[in-house]
């Protein structure tokens, strides 16, 4: 089949992706992985995984199939940043969704469910890599079975909440409250991008986490 991996370049889902798609390719499977929309060429499948532009409705044509894999039992948790917000509610695993890339975001129908169990100590590298790995099989799923689980697509059913955009100021740490207490939070955290952050008397803190 021909197959297409989408995703931005700086995606923390790259590294997954590649190792996806020379398992693909091994199995004779002719794969494309880009990251750039207009770029994509005709095909069979569309991967549209970690990619934060609509992708345009001539360009989803381009394949008889568009899938996005989305770190939530949709249609809860449909927006932003899914596995952050999870975490920091208490989850002990993360849900993933394997769904048909449709106009409206994360409304296609769904085709596989899996999720990322959690033991709770998982920082931010740890949480991308069990996330990746279940995408990743997920994936591999859907192309195996593909085209008969096209028959078995579901329309998602249920009230649909939304995640917003996090942004640097989430990061913030209360510094009148325990480490414990907050420690969910400073799981999530990127010591480089967005790192956890606190006042106290006046002045403002970096904290940076790491796990030894």
Not at 24 to 41: G, W
Not at 159 to 165: D, E, G, L, S
Request: aromatic share 10%.
């Amino acid at each position: 089949m021909k197959i297409t991996f989408l995703s931005d370049n700086s995606s923390w889902k790259n590294e997954e992706i590649a190792a996806l798609v020379k398992k693909l390719r091994k199995k004779r499977h002719e794969v494309a992985f880009l990251h750039s929309a207009e770029a994509v060429p005709k095909g069979d499948i569309l991967f549209i995984l970690g990619f934060f532009k609509i992708v345009p409705a001539h360009v989803l044509k381009r394949h008889r199939t568009n899938i996005v894999v989305h770190e939530s039992a949709l249609p809860k948790g449909r927006g932003w940043s899914p596995v952050h917000w999870l975490v920091i509610e208490g989850a002990k695993s993360i849900p993933l969704t394997l769904f048909e890339a449709v106009e409206k975001v994360d409304a296609g129908r769904i085709y596989l469910r899996g999720k990322a169990i959690l033991d709770g100590t998982e920082l931010i590298p740890d949480l991308r890599v069990k996330v990746g790995r279940e995408m990743s099989r997920l994936c591999s799923q859907f192309v195996s079975q593909y085209p008969g689980i096209l028959k078995k697509g579901t329309p998602q059913a249920g009230k649909p909440t939304y995640y917003p955009r996090r942004g640097s100021l989430d990061s913030r740490l209360d510094a009148k409250k325990s480490i414990a207490s907050q420690f969910n939070l400073l799981r999530v955290v990127d010591n480089a991008d967005y790192p956890a952050f606190f006042t106290y008397k006046g002045s403002t803190y970096t904290l940076k986490i790491e796990k030894k």
